[in-house]
C-alpha cells in the first residue's frame, strides 16, 4: 500500500530525524513532518511521494506529545531560525545527544561509545552576541528583521527571543533616525540606496556594544543626529560604518570606518579579555562558549609541560585559554585578520608562550612537523567540513598523547573519529554543549587517548 499525494493520514511519530523533523511510518512509508515530535499522533497532509518515503505536514495535532511546548514566538514558521521551538528545552537537549551518537555510530562506525547528556543553558534565551539585520523598504515602510525563509523579502521583527534585549532599542532609533532624516534605503534588485543592513554585538559579560550599519557607500547623512539618539543605549562603546558596495549576499564588505567610539568591543571568557572587531569571528554565545572552553582544557588534562597545537584556532580563543595551563602553544588559522586579532589577544592578556601561524592547518602543521615540531596534545576545532584527511594523516604520525576535538558538524566528527579509532586513538569522552538552543545545530567535545 502506498501513499498519496494531497491525501489525509493519521500517523504517530516514533523519531526525530537529523535535520529535526519528526518521522513516522503510514503503511510502508517512511513519512518526514516538519514541526512534530516522538509522541505525536498527527493527522497529515503528505505534500510529496518518493519511491519509499514521503514528505507531510501537519493537518491536526489529534494527541500532543508530553514533550511539546507551546511555540510563542509570533514569527516561528517565516523565520526558520529556531527550528525545534516546538520541542521542550529537555527533549532538544536529549535529541541533540542521540543525534551524536548516531552519527558517531553509523557514519563513524564506533562500537561501545557512551554519548554524555548535551550540557545546556539554565535560560536559554536572549543568548546571542551578535544580530545582522537586513533593512529594506516595502510601501514606503523601513523593515528591519529578517529574511523569511528561502525569499529575499525582509520580515519586520524587533523582538527576537534568542538575541540580546537591548537589540529592540536599538532597531527602534535606527528605523527613526532612517525615517525621519528620509536616508535612502537599499534596492537588491536595482543595487541602489544606501542603507543596507545593521550589524549589532554586545560583550555579554563588560556590557559593551557596537552598531554597526551597512552601507553601499562612503558616508551616512546626518550621522550625527544617529549618534546623539545612539547615546541612550546602555553600554555603547562604538558606532561604526561598513562600507559595502558590491552587488552581493554577503553582508560585509572589508572596510570599516568609525563614527563613534573604538572599532572594537571587548568581553571576557573565564579569565581572558578579548576584542571583538566588526569583522572578526567570535563565538555567538558566550555562556555556553565558556562551558565549552571549560571542557576542552579539561579534556586536555594539561600538566604545564606540554607543547600543544589548536588547529583553526581562529582568533586564538582556545589557544589562550590552553596557554595558561602548557608551556607552549601554537595556533594556525587560514584568516589572516584573524591571526592578527589572535596575536593582540595574547598581548592583551600578557600571555608569551602563544605562537600562531597564518595558512592551511593542513599544510602548515605537517611543514612545521618536517621542521621537527612536535605536539603532546592536538585541538581541532574545524567548519563544518571537518578536518582535511591529510592533516588527520599528520596527526596519527605526529603521535601525540591526546586529542581533542570540538566539532560543529556530528556528521563529519562521526567519519574523522572513525579514521582516528582505525589509526589507535580511542574515543574517551564525547560531551555534546548546547551552544545554540532552539536550533538544530549541535556542537560536541572529544577526547581521544592514543
Ligand atoms: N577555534 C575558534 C574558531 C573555530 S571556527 C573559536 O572557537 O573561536 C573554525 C575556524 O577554522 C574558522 O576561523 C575558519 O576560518 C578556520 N578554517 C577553515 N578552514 C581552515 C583550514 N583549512 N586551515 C585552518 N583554518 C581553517
Redesign the pocket.
Known sequence: MSVEKNKFYEMTITDIGTNGEGVGKINDFVVFVPEAITGDQLEVKILKVKKNLAYGKIEKILSPSPRRSEVTCEVATKCGGCQLQHMSYEAQLEWKQSKVYNALTRIGGLKDIEVLPTLGMEAPAHYRNKAQYPIRKENGKVQIGFYMSRTHKVVDWSTCGIQDKRCEQIIEIVRNFLEVNNISIYDEETHKGLVRHLMIKTGFYTGEVMVCLVVNGNELPHSDKLLEALHAVEGLTSVLLNINKAKTNVILGHEVKVLEGRDYIIDTIGDLKFKISALS???VNPEQTKVLYDKALEYAELEGSETVWD?????G??SLFLAQKAKKVYG????AP?IENARENAALNDIHNAEFFVG???EVIPEQYANGLTADTIVV???RKGC?QALLETLVKMNPKKIVYVSCDPATLGRDLGYLDQQGYKVEKVQPVDMFPHTTHCETVVKLVK
Do not use: L, N, S
Request: net charge negative; glycine share 4%; aromatic share 14%.
Open positions: 569571528f567570535f563565538q588547529a583553526y584556532c581562529g582568533i580563543t582556545i594556525v588559522e587560514i584568516v584573524a592551511k592547518a593542513e576545532d574545524p567548519p582535511d
